[in-house]
């Protein structure tokens, strides 16, 4: 079972910023698609970022394009996602997720499966 640990949520204003971190067992950083989903309350799943560790192809979902980018830190084994320019819709329990290559379709990969993994996950509120 392949360990994600995140952290960085919290609480903010629409328009603002939080950064979100994620920290992945070391032997599988090389060789997976590494993203972020997230879960409102009533609503369903969302795929909304991902990154193919061993090359520099990124994937963002329509709903945050351009307000969210997600990063790797190699030399920390970690997953940062940042977001920018927030709205309360994007308020979630967002989590990180791992997909190993020969599973990967897209950001819907992400989502809880059979051969993925993901952590706890952390809560990000965004008020009006």
């Known amino acids: 079972q392949v360990q994600l640990v995140e952290s960085g949520g919290g609480s903010v204003q629409a328009g603002g910023s939080l950064r979100l971190s994620c920290t992945t067992s070391?032997?599988?950083?090389?060789?997976?698609?590494l993203g972020w989903f997230r879960q409102a309350p009533g609503k369903e799943r969302e795929g909304i970022a991902a990154?193919?560790?061993?090359?520099?192809?990124?994937y963002y979902a329509d709903s945050v394009k351009g307000r969210f980018t997600i990063s790797q830190d190699n030399a920390k084994n970690t997953l940062h996602l940042q977001m920018n320019s927030l709205k309360p819709e994007d308020t979630a329990m967002y989590y990180c997720a791992a997909d190993p290559p020969w599973d990967w379709e897209g950001l819907t990969s992400l989502l809880p499966g059979a051969h993925n993994s993901r952590g706890q996950g952390t809560q990000v509120t965004v008020s009006s």
């Open positions: 070391e032997y599988i950083y090389d060789t997976y698609y």
């Open positions: 990154i193919y560790t061993g090359g520099p192809d990124t």
